[in-house]
């Protein structure tokens, strides 16, 4: 068959301080009008040692090299599980650096900022109305910072009750971004078993007066719907708990049904993954948290209000937990998601997470019976198969290896953990039938190829410009800079 | 739609395929209780141009270093962004690729952060950084707690010349941790107060942290806080709100600091009302493995290509859980990739002909208002592009008044210092012309008589 993946001409860059000629220059400042000063010579440094000097031109085509090793969701199909790498759409881009927008300080004094607060606003409110939720604060910067501002606010609120609660119930399904926090939020951790959704008896047994939160990830990250959702609330909330949700996947569910809804009382966006903004190859995201009415004092301030035809930064409560950023958090990232949400609309919002889950659902209905699906209910956004059924002595990592040779980046692998050799694909709804039938005859092709030529596997990638890496030495010996004649 | 390509046919097709009869049976796992019985009440989608005229509309309500003179710092810097980052920033296969899990087909990003984490090490004078953090003020926050961690001490000093904002989000992410963080008083020069230092320092204590330049713009003695701090066995944390000071000044490494954190925002991106920007954090070799966030490394490919991975990953989250370092997963990458890009062009020389410029600029600006009637200098210690001024009208009046003027003269320092209640504090960078100096001087000035 013919595949996406090709192989053609890939220009070698060096590294940028390789290229470094001393004398050469890539800027142009304005002449100094003022008097030239000095300071202590004790103060300053002697020059940058191994800072490079490039031109302009060194610079540009450097970078420009760089950029064409990346795969890009603008390259193609990136089912990256749990990520939610659906099209950014580019008025985004254009929207973001609306010079107003891009270059307003953020200690311009209220009256002077009523353009990015109104946005602010308005941006707050379509994402309490998405979620169900009383109050959204859009400080943090990713879903981990969100996810350390909503366990925050739990602990706010036991310890102004006089609670003295110590310890956090996480599904085994969980991110490892939960643990993580809850251990930063001076919790300790009691993980729970799941058998593909979470039991009402397993928190049962588990929850008691000790417990302060249940975290979990609705849907889950096996894709499934926790279809217990509103009775576990109802007897971590009878128990005195409070129940956090990490909302790395709603793009499952917008217009469906919200968290808030439910029982959750705090959850975090991904305004990187289910509002479209650009994934930024690592960041910058935002996470934004919505919490219920009793728990507005505890956000972090200060947040966005309005008074009349005036939009204000609100004085923070006595009972906030504090600042989570320097200023008002990636405002840049608000700017995109918002014009998301206006291009959108309700049923736009809706029907995309109607597409994301048609589209999962379809690939798990060409790919079922080549690949092991361990959990059988019906999916949402996204789908777990697992590497039990190949043959030739292939992995997960194999498989995903070889479908970089045929044009597609790999799915999410290796997790959740509670699937031994997870492969989690996430299509998301701006993907076409076309696409996903491609895709899917690669995935068969490769399951093929792994019965009667699993070399090809384990060889690939072939087609990238570089080849498998040797991640054992990387961390063994890390070498994490360039260094002068090194 | 336009970002939803299919049409009724493939819709009716794929659930064929699935084997259901309608989208509704594709949500069974919704119980009905939980399912939104109405729709979403949000404004009537926008088409492109609607949505453009809007946000526009909204950003005209701005003001901003286009239609102000601004002297506005504090932690976010108005500086010459080269066109060529935002150029090359959009690059899809940058913006549109996510965290380099997979090597073979993210090289770009990975030796992008490799050099960004180069570049680092080579401005703060530290062995090891990583590959980006949130901002500077959870960098700084991430520092105090890593070096908790180095030295199992509950015992924090905060120098009260460092960020009021970062102090904020440090106790932000101490708050339950059960922590002591103390504050340092200020001298009169407005550097860290020594003596006060000295008499809080002790041996539980984990981390002094200071900013260079401070708050008010004033450059700390590193060297003196590093011997002071290392003689009671903390760890000196520096943090670099404007690391345009470090083209000129000595790097926080040579002189002796454990842990440098920072803000690169000054390198190229956007003052976007507070974000994104990017953080910095750089250790010493020794503590490279204690460190948070991600970390790329050399390596080669089977076929002894250089390459380059996502290195050290057992101290964070996704493998060691609660006993990771940090939570942070996701960072900053574009706004690493638009810092490199900065640093790459502005290189050697440039660098350091802009902090000259940033110098010379503010101490010109600092000399001229320091002869106005009825306003003075606050701090005698050297300064880099910042320093606060005291005014004898209130401060609000003043700042409010100028504003009139189109002038945005500076941050008022009453509300993080109470003693500072009758201070602002100015910033002057490369952009800012010498007319708009004067000007700033001139309406002062007028208001002063």
């Given at each position: 068959m013919t595949t996406l993946g090709t192989s053609g001409l890939v220009l070698n860059e060096k590294l940028l301080f390789e290229h470094s000629e001393p004398g050469r220059k890539g800027y142009s400042l304005s002449k100094l009008d003022v008097p030239a000063t000095a300071l202590p010579a004790e103060l300053c440094r002697e020059e940058i040692s191994g800072f490079p000097e490039l031109s302009e031109v060194d610079v540009v085509r450097h970078f420009t090299r760089l950029s064409t090793w990346n795969y890009g969701v603008d390259s193609g199909f990136y089912p990256l599980g749990s990520c939610t790498m659906k099209y950014n759409p580019k008025v985004n881009e254009v929207a973001a650096r609306i010079p107003g927008l891009a270059s307003i300080h953020p200690a311009t004094p209220a009256h002077l900022a009523q353009g990015t607060l109104e946005l602010m606003y308005r941006l707050q409110g379509a994402l309490a109305e998405v979620s169900g939720f009383a109050r959204v604060t859009l400080q943090p910067a990713a879903g981990a910072q969100g996810e350390l501002t909503g366990m925050l606010v739990i602990r706010a609120w036991h310890e102004a009750r006089g609670s003295k609660r110590s310890k956090v119930l996480i599904p085994d399904t969980a991110h490892g971004t939960n643990p993580a926090t809850a251990a930063l939020t001076g919790y300790d951790v009691v993980p729970l078993a799941s058998d593909g959704v979470l039991t009402l008896e397993e928190v049962e047994a588990h929850m008691?007066?000790?417990?302060a939160a249940l975290m979990v990830t609705n849907p889950n990250t096996l894709g499934l719907f926790e279809t217990n959702i509103e009775a576990i609330c109802k007897l971590v909330h009878d128990r005195g708990g409070l129940v956090y949700c990490d909302g790395a996947n709603l793009n499952a569910l917008m217009g469906i049904a919200r968290p808030g809804d439910m029982g959750i009382d705090v959850m975090h966006f991904n305004l990187h993954k289910t509002f479209s903004t650009p994934h930024g190859g690592g960041g910058p995201g935002a996470g934004p948290v919505g919490v219920t009415e009793k728990l507005i004092p505890y956000l972090p301030g200060p947040g966005v209000e309005r008074v009349g035809n005036d939009y204000r930064l609100e004085a923070e409560s006595a009972d906030s937990v504090g600042r989570m950023m320097a200023f008002h958090g990636n405002v840049g990232v608000m700017v995109r998601a918002y014009a998301y949400i206006r291009s959108m609309g309700a049923a736009g919002l809706r029907r995309a997470s109607e597409m994301a889950v048609l589209n999962a659902n379809y690939v798990r209905a060409r790919l079922e019976g080549v690949y092991d699906l361990p959990y059988k209910s019906r999916s949402l956004h996204e789908v777990v198969f697992s590497d039990k059924d190949l043959e030739g002595g292939c992995h997960t990592l194999d498989v995903a290896k070889r479908l970089i040779d045929y044009g597609y980046h790999p799915p999410t692998i290796y997790f959740p953990l509670v699937v031994k050799g997870a492969i989690m694909i996430e299509p998301t709804e701006t993907e076409s039938q076309e696409v996903l039938d491609e895709f899917c005859d690669a995935m068969i092709a490769i399951a093929g190829e792994a019965r009667d030529n699993p070399e090809l596997l384990h060889q690939a990638p072939v087609r990238s410009r570089i080849r498998r890496l040797d991640e054992t030495t990387a961390a063994r010996k890390p070498k994490l800079k360039w260094e002068e004649g090194a | 739609m336009r970002f939803i390509p299919h049409t009724v046919g493939d819709v009716t097709e794929m659930l064929e395929r699935i084997g259901v009869n309608t989208l509704e049976d594709l949500f069974v796992g919704v119980p009905e209780p939980v399912r939104l019985k109405r729709p979403l009440d949000l404004s009537a989608p926008a088409s492109e141009t609607e949505l453009l005229r809007e946000l526009k509309a909204l950003a005209v309500k701005n003001a901003t270093p286009e239609t102000h003179k601004s002297f506005l710092g504090g932690g976010a810097y108005c500086h010459f962004i080269p066109a060529v980052i935002d150029l090359l920033i959009s690059r899809s296969e940058f913006y549109t690729a996510y965290t380099p899990y997979q090597p073979e087909i993210s090289q770009g990003t990975l030796q992008a952060v490799f050099e960004f984490q180069s570049l680092i090490c080579q401005l703060t004078g530290m062995d090891a950084a990583n590959a980006s953090m949130y901002d500077g003020a959870s960098a700084c926050a991430e520092a105090v707690l890593m070096a908790v961690r180095l030295t199992r001490r509950k015992r924090v000093l905060l120098s009260r010349a460092l960020n009021p904002r970062y102090r904020a989000v440090v106790a932000t992410y101490c708050r339950y941790l059960s922590l002591d963080l103390v504050d340092v008083a200020v001298a009169a020069d407005g550097w860290t107060d020594l003596a006060d230092l000295n008499a809080k320092l002790d041996e539980t204590t984990a981390a002094v942290v200071v900013g260079?330049?401070?708050?008010?713009?004033v450059i700390e003695d590193v060297a003196n806080l590093a011997e002071i701090s290392h003689g009671a066995g903390a760890r000196l944390v520096t943090a670099v709100a404007e690391p345009v000071a470090l083209g000129l000044l000595k790097s926080p490494g040579e002189l002796g600091a454990d842990i440098v954190v920072g803000d690169g925002q000054s390198f190229g991106l956007p003052l976007a009302f507070g974000g994104p920007y990017v953080g910095f954090f750089a250790v010493r070799q020794k503590d490279v493995r204690a460190m948070p966030g991600r970390l790329v490394g050399e390596t080669t490919d089977l076929e002894g290509q250089r390459g380059f991975v996502l290195t050290l990953a057992t101290r964070e989250q996704h493998i060691r859980r609660e006993k990771a370092t940090s939570n942070i997963c996701s960072n900053q990458g574009l706004c690493a990739l638009m810092a490199t890009i900065f640093m790459s062009l502005l290189g050697k020389q440039g660098l350091r002909e802009m902090a000259e410029q940033n110098l010379a600029k503010a101490a010109y600006a600092r000399q001229q208002l320091s002869g106005i009637k009825g306003f003075s200098l606050v701090f005698n210690g050297p300064v880099f592009n910042e320093f606060v001024v005291r005014s004898k009208a209130p401060v609000a009046e003043v700042l409010r008044r100028l504003e009139g003027v189109g002038i945005l003269a500076g941050i008022p320092l009453g509300e993080d210092y109470p003693e500072l209640a009758d201070c602002f504090l100015v910033c002057v960078t490369e952009q800012n012309q010498r007319e708009e100096i004067d000007a700033l001087v001139a309406a002062l000035q007028g208001g002063a008589a």
């Open positions: 008691n007066d000790d417990v | 260079y330049p401070n708050y008010f713009g």
